[in-house]
Nanobody
Framework: QLMEHGGGWVRPGTSMRLGCVGA????????VAWFRQIPGGDREFIGC????????RYAESMQDRVSISRDNTLPMVYLQMPGLQAEDTAVYFC?????????????????WGQGTQVNVSS
């Protein structure tokens, strides 16, 4: 019920915007988050956005590096990443949960997209 859009290969310093689209009414009622994962690693919380889009929460390491927004009329949730670096190479996932809380725990999210690969290299 969730699908990520965007991704691919970019050079360091390039900006990228990922999109996450939800089927049906899922986005109206759900908090949506972005995670990323490198091979052999755990899923790393990037940030999340409340149902209305009025509140966001970011991982401390991501606070000044990314921004999350949503448009419930589409519906779509965006992850804007300016100035990507090689260490940002990972598979990026969006996830949704039907709680008001802005959790950073993957286990709290019931629905997941299949992920989209982002490669940053020169």
């Amino acid at each position: 019920q969730l699908m990520e859009h965007g991704g691919g290969w970019v050079r360091p310093g390039t900006s990228m915007r990922l999109g996450c689209v939800g089927a049906g009414d899922i986005f109206w009622d759900y908090t949506v988050a972005w995670f990323r994962q490198i091979p052999g690693g755990d899923r790393e919380f990037i940030g999340c956005i409340s149902r209305s889009g009025g509140t966001t929460r970011y991982a401390e390491s991501m606070q000044d590096r990314v921004s999350i927004s949503r448009d419930n009329t589409l519906p779509m949730v965006y992850l804007q990443m300016p100035g990507l670096q090689a260490e940002d190479t990972a598979v990026y996932f969006c996830a949704a949960q039907n709680s008001e809380g802005l959790s950073d725990e993957p286990a709290k999210y019931k629905y997941w997209g299949q992920g989209t690969q982002v490669n940053v290299s020169s």
